[in-house]
């Protein structure tokens, strides 16, 4: 299973992103989610979603961004609004994990960049 994400680029503060992320693949693991790294620090979770469409997200980004499942399952998309300027980061796409932890699954996809101007 292989992860592609896209969607990343230069943003204004106030305003909004999308992220995709599809696996390729026959899926063992449920959970698709996102995380974030900003330089500096440490990754954390974004927002993860299950197969039934149960969620969790960061504390730093929650009633601002949301996750949601394609249709197939095999992909995620990430909605981000009101971007704020520690929003910035390479976020990544990662399968496995379970809803409502914040530890991320074992597969990762290459990072995208998100960067929010004032």
């Known amino acids: 299973v292989q992860l592609q994400a896209s969607g990343g680029g230069l943003v204004q503060a106030g305003g909004s992103l999308n992220l995709s992320c599809a696996a390729s693949g026959s899926l063992s693991e449920s959970v698709m989610g996102w995380f974030r790294q900003a330089p500096g620090k440490a990754r954390e979770l974004v927002a993860r979603i299950g197969l039934i469409g149960n969620r969790n997200y960061g504390a730093a980004v929650k009633g601002r961004f949301r996750i949601n499942r394609g249709d197939g399952k095999n992909s995620v998309y990430l909605q981000m609004n009101n971007l704020k300027l520690e929003d910035t980061g390479v976020y990544y796409c990662?399968?496995?994990?379970?809803?409502?932890?914040?530890?991320?699954?074992?597969?990762w996809g290459p990072g995208t960049l998100v960067t929010v101007s004032s």
């Open positions: 990662n399968l496995g994990g379970w809803v409502g932890t914040f530890e991320p699954g074992q597969l």
